[in-house]
């Protein structure tokens, strides 16, 4: 779907076409490479101990590139190391409320694969969302990786196939993460910046 308003192009990878997509901004449109990519915080929002920090995913490149629309999150200490013990819950939403809930059953139906298609100086966003208390457990780094669309043609354009990673990066932002779980959402495109 599009938004005449704002310069960026949601590709449902399971309807591109159904959806009126034009096959040459979906064509042109290559994975986006690590280098071209800028992931920095934009926001946050709380609610009593609910937090809800919104990163941004930013092409800086001279070209519209693709990105899958669920990044991997990952959480570590203050040494560098994984906190295992907390698990990232991908949501089916675009956003995060303010109140963090359980998952539903309808939560897995609404995730769709999505690819996100950034126009140079366009960027999209996502959000985290966790339970934060002085006596849990604390995050020094919040580590995120985006998966890479594969290219068509390139042999690993199969659904069963793992997305391939196209970069990892790291905000520093220290989270005190109660009840074990953060949740993330979707990654939705935003107006040029």
Known sequence: MS??????TLIDRTKSQARGIPSE??????????????????????????????LAVKNTGTTACRIEGYPTIGLVDESGA????????????????????????????KKVPVDVV???????????????????????RIVISMPQIPTPGDGTASADLPPNVSGVFTI??????CHGEIQVSALTASAAV
């Not at 520093?172 to 993460?177: A, D, E, M, T």
């Open 3 to 8: 938004d005449p308003n704002a310069p960026f």
């Open 25 to 54: 901004i979906e064509a042109a449109a290559s994975p986006c490479r690590p280098s071209i990519l800028q992931v920095y915080e934009s926001a946050a929002r709380m609610n009593d101990d609910q937090r809800i920090v919104i």
């Open 82 to 109: 994984s906190i295992a013990q907390i698990v990232v819950r991908q949501t089916g939403e675009s956003s995060l409320s303010a109140t963090i809930s359980a998952p539903t059953q309808d939560a897995a139906a």
């Open 118 to 140: 950034l126009p140079p100086a366009a960027q999209g966003t996502f959000e985290i969302g966790w339970s934060s208390g002085e006596q849990c457990p604390l995050a020094s």
């Open 172 to 177: 520093n932002h220290p989270i005190n993460v």
